[in-house]
């Protein structure tokens, strides 16, 4: 059934609706063949740009929706809850336009940025490396300076849309001064000297593709960097909260099916001569599920309505992830258990949604990160 909403304004209500109009027509009765094929669902997303759903939190004067993020976070929670796969990429998408839209000049914005949020261009984002996951100050990926160009050398980890995207955010280290020798660049994925590894044969998310990025001699134009020398790190780390929130709505979303799949069934599988619901265990674990898909959800909100009124949200960003991600994979792991041997096979979707939530505790900085960085607040 679908979530409950009080959306702020009445255009944001029929927002939500176009989204679930769109997703029940363009997405649910796909994702599944598209899961099962490992396909990349690349016109899925220029069809959710030309709705606008790529664009929402981004002013309307630079292409974008002038949504909230209390507005975009709902609608990218009922795209994931069709596709855990596409809601990430959406998340992952606007997390790439976001060091331009912040970081750009006024030139490079307007240059780039309104064909970026029209989902004409898919982005991707090269932070981490294989020695460099939850320390991005250690990597290595090196741009060297030669005359009004760049030269990327090294290699990037975990890109989401590695190889599919039509241009990267990259972080490179321009200088050996630590965390402040990190520079940001936008660079177009026909750049000579720019190809993907073999994309990572990954336990859920199948449609989500993945893939090592690989810098041979990638020459950029300086024209092409992002703010000034040494600022990508800073860059880089103010759009992981907002991405923090993006993981924490489609985790949401994940979970919210989940439970919805496992009510259906509950409902209709009997045993002992009556429903499953009316067997107060099972009945137990719904309501708990339930309970942790109200509670996710109230939480990323909170921390959404703290950025939209331009209030400190890091902390709040890190707890809506912790908890958003946590509650998924304990309701997807319950949802299986709901449908009892039928959930452990292919036939209901359920096996798919406890593979999918698994990695949402990893990404976007493991919930062991999370809780570094709030205690770490705390104790500021």
Not at 108 to 122: I, T
Not at 184 to 210: H, I, R, W
Not at 240 to 250: E, K, P, Y
Not at 281 to 304: C, H, I, N, P, Q
Request: glycine residues 10%; hydrophobic residues 45%.
């Amino acid at each position: 059934m679908p979530a409950q909403r009080l959306m702020p304004t009445e255009e944001s209500h029929d927002l939500i609706e176009l989204t679930r109009d769109i997703v029940a027509k363009e997405l649910r009765p796909v994702i599944a063949d598209l899961d099962a094929r490992a396909e990349f669902p690349r016109d899925v997303f220029r069809t959710l740009g030309r709705a606008g759903l790529l664009s929402l939190p981004y002013p309307e004067e630079v292409g974008g929706g002038g949504q909230s993020y209390e507005v975009y976070l709902q609608a990218l929670e009922e795209i994931a809850s069709a596709s855990a796969s596409v809601g990430v990429g959406v998340s992952v998408h606007a997390l790439s336009c976001f060091g331009l839209f912040t970081a750009g000049s006024d030139e490079q914005r307007a240059a780039w940025l309104p064909e970026m949020l029209s989902g004409s261009q898919l982005g991707a984002y090269c932070l981490s490396e294989a020695h460099a996951g939850s320390d991005p100050a250690a990597m290595r990926t090196r741009a060297v300076r030669d005359g009004d160009e760049y030269v990327i050398d090294g290699a990037k980890a975990w890109t989401t849309h590695g190889g599919k995207a039509d241009f990267y955010k990259v972080m490179a280290r321009t200088s050996d001064d630590g965390g402040r020798g990190i520079s940001c660049f936008l660079v177009p994925a026909d750049t000579p000297g720019l190809t993907a590894d073999n994309p990572e044969q990954k336990m859920g998310l199948m449609s989500s593709t993945t893939a090592t990025m690989l810098f041979d001699g990638v020459r950029v134009p300086a024209s092409r960097r992002l703010g000034a020398e040494g600022q990508g790190l800073s860059i880089a780390l103010a759009g992981l909260d907002a991405g923090r929130l993006g993981i924490a709505a489609v985790a949401t979303g994940l979970a919210q099916e989940a439970l919805d799949v496992a009510l259906a069934y509950a409902k209709e599988r009997e045993a002992f001569g009556k429903p499953v619901i009316d067997h107060q265990g099972l009945a137990f674990v719904l309501a708990d599920m339930s309970a942790a898909v109200e509670s996710a959800r109230a939480t990323y909100l909170a921390a959404a309505r703290l950025k939209d009124a331009g209030r400190p949200y890091a902390r709040q960003a890190s707890i809506a992830k912790l908890v958003c991600t946590d509650n998924a994979m304990k309701v997807t792991t319950d949802a299986v258990q709901v449908l009892g041997g039928a959930g452990y096979t292919k036939d209901f979707p359920v096996e798919r949604f406890m593979r999918e939530a698994k990695v949402m505790q990893i990404f976007e900085g493991t919930n062991q990160i999370q809780r570094l960085v709030i205690s770490r607040n705390l104790a500021r």
